[in-house]
Nanobody, 127 residues
Framework: QVQLVDSGGGLVQAGGSLRLSCAAS????????MGWFRQAPGKEREFVAA????????YYADPVKGRFTISRDNAKKTVYLQMNSLKPEDTAVYYC????????????????????WGQGTQVTVSS
């Protein structure tokens, strides 16, 4: 199994940047496809970005394309979400997630596709 700890959230003005980190412990990180999701108050948890086990294949939700970048450092057992040009509508709790069932070159874009979750980190973007 893997344990995930999210960090890096905070309060930022619109147009600013944040980098979220997801530190993994337990099983080697390269065994997992990784994803970032977010949940705003009163809304369902939604997909943000995902990256395959090997790293070359990345997927993004339309609202964040061109602004967010997911990356991973398997040696450091950490996954990152670089968020630029932040908007008030990006305000949410952000969660990282791990999946060891998807094939090596892909990553799920659904909540049900992940078995392991971090505790979440709050991102608030002020206008």
């Amino acid at each position: 199994q893997v344990q995930l700890v999210d960090s890096g959230g905070g309060l930022v003005q619109a147009g600013g940047s944040l980098r979220l980190s997801c530190a993994a412990s337990g099983r080697t990180l390269s065994s997992y496809a990784m994803g970032w999701f977010r949940q705003a108050p009163g809304k369902e948890r939604e997909f943000v970005a995902a990256i395959s086990r090997s790293g070359p294949n990345r997927y993004y939700a339309d609202p964040v394309k061109g602004r967010f970048t997911i990356s991973r450092d398997n040696a450091k057992k950490t996954v990152y979400l670089q968020m630029n040009s932040l908007k008030p509508e990006d305000t949410a709790v952000y969660y990282c997630a791990a999946d060891d069932t998807t094939n090596y070159y892909s990553a799920s874009r659904t909540v049900s596709g992940y078995d392991y979750w971090g505790q979440g980190t709050q991102v608030t973007v002020s206008s």
